[in-house]
DNA sequence: CTGATATTTCAGAAATTTCTGAAATTACTG
DNA sequence: CAGTAATTTCAGAAATTTCTGAAATATCAG
């Protein structure tokens, strides 16, 4: 890998970390290398600076583009496929929330309706479990829906009051008598 | 696997699932029979239920443990090891949230700290990106902790309002001339 | 202490995931 | 169309993770 040191020690986390993130080492190491470059690289050049064979680079560029995390370029005069991250942090964010809730709740909660509609067989505390396990999943997306269709300048507002949010809410549960409260 | 076809529905969800949780097949199986169950389950009972080595119950339970998912628990007259899952989902929920930080977030952010003290090395594209990167990772956790010192109650109240919160912060921060806005 | 039960450890086996190089495919150029 | 460059596919190799059975350790009762 023939990189700054300092570059060098950010894509290996990269790769550690990958694992943990639910991607493997070398596509966690691609995605460091794109998300430093200031310009779109190539697979060639990825596989370089990596020192990864070809077909590794492209099943994980092709890993990834089914991620939503990479963008394809072309420039002029020059077939090859170009990769860049978006500049926007906060685009990355939302991307990688989306596709992680897709990937490991989505599957879960259309599982749990399924098993609801089979309905009671003898064990009336893991239905209750069951069910109680879906409403929280489906109150937390419902959630997530609504923050997402919010603008980021909005979002980072909301971020930013942070603590002050608790007592806000309370005030407004008290003025507006149609917010609901749980129990 | 001896359990109504429901349970074991979902336990086998539950381990399919569990490698894009960060943790193995076994894992999310002991998990998800421990969620089910009423009572405290010791070590072989869920061997048994789910057809897998004594030595694998350990470990996974060990693993559990160290994710602090459950809970070890003692029968009167019973010297084995009985446990069992929180009642409380929005415990599970703050468990789990915690522990992915703890895993997946803190120690980039350690690294990324790293790599600034380090200071630049001749690219300053890459550089910019670091603290960018750092900037928000700090800010997502800061808000995190604010959320996480919250007590259940008002944390359901707030993702209820949803998308409401959007039209309140904008009342906010024309109110109140301490509240900070990006850029 | 001795024996019985419960749990953990761990080396190697089994299963799974990742990676490579070669071949196949695609897409463009002249 | 033939030739070339870019990319993808894929079977098997390599690496990693998970699982098991046996042995070791721990814990308690008498």
């Given at each position: 890998?023939?990189m ?59 890993e ?64 209750a ?14 959630f ?6 919010l ?33």
């Amino acid at each position: 890998m023939k990189m700054a040191p300092l570059l060098q020690e950010f894509v290996l986390h990269f790769g550690e970390m990958g694992s943990r993130w639910g991607i493997n080492r070398t596509v966690g190491q691609i995605y460091a290398v794109l998300f430093l470059s200031k310009t779109p690289l190539n697979a060639e050049e990825i596989t370089t600076a990596l020192g990864i064979s070809r077909s590794n680079t492209s099943m994980g560029l092709k890993e990834l583009q089914a991620w939503n995390l990479v963008r394809l370029r072309h420039l002029p005069d020059d077939r090859r496929d170009y990769f860049t991250t978006p500049d926007d942090l906060w685009e990355i964010v939302r991307t990688l929330v989306a596709e992680r809730k897709k990937r490991e709740i989505d599957p879960t909660l259309t599982k749990l309706r399924e098993l609801e509609m089979q309905g009671a067989q003898g064990d009336p505390y893991a239905e209750a479990r069951i069910a109680e396990l879906r409403e929280l999943i489906e109150m937390m997306s419902t959630f997530y829906e609504d923050m997402n269709r919010l603008e980021t300048e909005r979002l980072v507002q909301l971020m930013t009051l942070g603590a002050k949010l608790g007592g806000l809410v309370e005030k407004t549960s008290r003025l507006n008598p149609f917010t609901r409260t749980k129990g």
